[in-house]
């Protein structure tokens, strides 16, 4: 009889079996960086994220400012246009590259040495537009001209990211090599050039 | 009279060869109606999103899109997939991880043979390069590329293959990188010296339109891919019978031997065989099966524990004296035991269903304009009716049209028969298994 007073009723388990279920049901839970910066640090991925962005950003700036190009701008502000981030890499990161575009842009426009025409503008020309696809990062004289004389442009910024990548049975590591180099519209002459490292690894 | 009792248990315990058991959306998908696998694929996964069998289910999804003529789905969800997508390599993960993977007591998350992890990329690149996405193509023709120079594999152990260096040699010509694409072309060539119509194909597959002038590539998947179905083994192991399940790769009939391209009712040319998934899967399997066979047993020692333990339990029970009825009785309860735990812990045998047996492709000149291509499929393996698949391509000047054809598709359903029980003991597969065995003790 007290055997049987002492245990727990049906009840009282099945409660205790919910509450212990409940976390177990909740959903996903959410994080914003503004209260837990934290969030924004570990690399989940081999793709380039924001931080590897902001490295890239900030190098390719640091040297940009104290590059004899700049040193020997001519007084005004020079035409100059990002044309594309070519992704020469084994990692799908087309949008990575797209927010970098976007990036070193506002980077040259915070700069205030440039008059910067934005690369949508360039882009929405549709002849030209295939015409620099197609060059990549070798653009001819004639789209050179056309963009001179259609925009404005004195100078242009091409970047192509290559990779290093390695697999072994329990790693997979991938090396960035992000290339930035500015070029003068008129004479094709390469007037910069910025090389900037991001290693990232997957161990499995 | 013991071994005559345990000859007729044998017999009479033998596994009667069974269908490979089919699931609706493979029906549907060989029945012409791969948009209506794709949606049953995808109702499944809604439903189990979080299921052990996530990673293959949208292996299938994948080629049921690409053959709904859906590819910037399935590429999209190919790249997702090869994210998460883990590798179990068959022939060199150790046998304990051999037998806690394939031989598991609850279904684990699908881990992907490296050929199938190739064929993710090979199928990615496809889709891109038929959506016109030369950038994207050529990352996927990149991540093939590592895996087919894999470091840390001896060179005898990394797949080989023309057609996905082929194709990375084209994806990578498409987006401007001709070196790249150059030495993907060179080492496809490697590959196939001494076979005119491959390097012949080759050529084809490494030039660009010239002036004036477009290109169209088509890649035709044909046949189905071997599937892995339960097999049941017997091998006496310390001179006691141990009788496990294990995937066992099946071919499976299908494809049409004649396929030919017409552009504009013209013959255009006729596709080259370069990759034979079939063929190289059962090599590879053959390479595979004694390490498949010692995991199997690895992974069958707490059974035969168990039904040794219940043999000696009646044997030796001290009520009694030494009986040979009881002697009889306990060896065959045993063999029941064993019997009964084998049939309960099949093996893993999921695989990526929906691949071809095979890809044939031919990439030819084209003037820009609209063109109305026809792929014709004859002589069918299941008897199925000639075919002509058509597709309307608009070109334009310097442009790469891509068309993927899967063949499969209407071929029809065809049941495949589940290998039946075999003593493997004394093959060759068995002698090494137990060699492994031994030598993992």
């Not at chain 1, 002492?6 to 409940?22: E, H, K, N, T």
């Not at chain 2, 087919?148 to 990375?168: F, H, K, N, T």
């Not at chain 2, 150059?182 to 597959?205: G, I, K, T, W, Y």
């Not at chain 2, 004649?258 to 990759?275: H, K, S, T």
Request: proline share 5%; glycine share 6%; net charge negative.
């Amino acid at each position: 009889m007290c055997a049987e007073t002492g245990r727990p009723s049906r009840v009282a388990l099945a409660l205790l079996l919910a509450v212990a279920l409940l976390p177990a049901c909740s959903g996903p839970e959410y994080s914003r960086a503004a209260e837990e910066p934290e969030i924004d640090s570990p690399a989940l991925s081999t793709r380039l994220d924001s931080k590897d962005i902001d490295l890239a950003l900030a190098e390719w700036v640091n040297q940009l400012a104290r590059s004899e190009f700049v040193k020997g701008l001519p007084p005004g502000k020079p035409g100059i246009a990002i044309l594309s981030f070519e992704n020469a890499t084994s990692e799908h990161i087309s949008g990575a590259l797209d927010t970098l575009l976007t990036a070193a842009e506002t980077q040259l426009v915070q700069s205030n040495l440039f008059h910067v025409v934005d690369n949508t503008t360039i882009m929405r020309d549709a002849v030209l537009a295939e015409r620099l696809r197609d060059a990549g990062d070798a653009v001819d004289k004639e789209t050179a001209a056309a963009l001179g004389k259609e925009f404005g442009i004195q100078y242009f910024v091409a970047g192509r990211v290559w990779d290093t990548t390695e697999k072994s049975d329990d790693v997979r590591r991938v090396q960035y090599h992000i290339f930035l180099r500015v070029t003068d519209v008129a004479t094709l002459q390469l007037m910069h050039q910025t090389r900037v490292d991001v290693t990232k690894q997957e161990n499995y | 009279m013991r071994a005559a009792l345990l000859g007729l248990l044998l017999t009479a315990g033998c596994y009667a060869p069974a269908n490979v058991r089919a699931e609706p959306y493979q029906r549907a998908f060989y029945r012409g109606h791969p948009d209506r696998a794709a949606d049953m694929l995808q109702q499944r996964l809604d439903e189990e999103g979080s299921s052990p069998d996530r990673d293959v289910l949208r292996l299938e999804l994948a080629s049921a899109l690409v053959a709904a003529g859906r590819d910037a789905d399935a590429s999209a969800l190919l790249v997702d997939a090869d994210d998460e997508l883990e590798t179990l390599d068959y022939t060199r993960a150790p046998l304990d991880t051999l037998a806690e993977w394939v031989f598991a007591r609850e279904p684990k998350p699908y881990r992907a043979t490296r050929f199938e992890r190739l064929l993710v990329n090979a199928q990615a690149l496809l889709g891109f390069l038929v959506e016109g996405q030369a950038q994207e193509a050529a990352v996927e023709a990149r991540r093939a590329r590592v895996l087919l120079l894999q470091s840390g594999l001896p060179d005898d152990e990394r797949y080989a293959s023309v057609l996905i260096w082929a194709l990375a040699g084209v994806a990578l010509q498409h987006a401007g990188a001709r070196g790249e694409a150059d030495d993907a072309f060179r080492s496809a060539r490697e590959l196939c010296h001494d076979d005119p119509a491959r390097l012949s194909a080759l050529d084809a597959l490494q030039s660009p339109p010239a002036a004036g002038q477009g290109s169209l590539l088509v890649v035709v998947q044909n046949g189905r891919a071997p599937v892995r179905a339960q097999a049941i083994v017997r091998l006496w192991v310390d001179h006691a019978l141990r009788r496990v399940q294990f995937p066992a790769l099946v071919a499976r009939p299908g494809g049409y031997a004649r396929i030919e391209v017409e552009v504009d009712d013209a013959l255009a040319g006729v596709p080259v065989p370069l990759l034979d998934v079939g063929a190289q899967a059962l090599r590879r399997y053959d390479d595979e099966l004694p390490r498949l066979l010692a995991a199997a047993l690895v992974a069958a020692v707490p059974r035969a524990f168990a039904s040794d333990a219940v043999a000696r339990a009646i044997r030796h029970d001290d009520d009694h004296h030494h009986d040979t009825t009881r002697d009889v009785l306990a060896d065959l309860a045993g063999f029941l035991t064993g019997e009964l735990l084998a049939e309960a812990l099949p093996a893993d045998t999921r695989c990526w269903t929906l691949l071809p047996a095979e890809f044939r492709v031919l990439r030819v000149p084209l003037l820009p304009g609209a063109h109305r291509v026809d792929v014709t499929l004859q002589d069918s393996a299941l008897g199925a009716p000639p075919r002509r698949v058509e597709w309307q391509v608009d070109l334009r000047q310097g442009e790469l049209a891509v068309i993927d054809c899967v063949t499969a598709v209407e071929e029809g359903w065809a049941d495949v028969q589940a290998p039946g029980e075999q003593d493997l003991t004394h093959t060759l597969a068995g002698q090494q298994a137990l060699e492994l065995l031994h030598a993992a003790d």
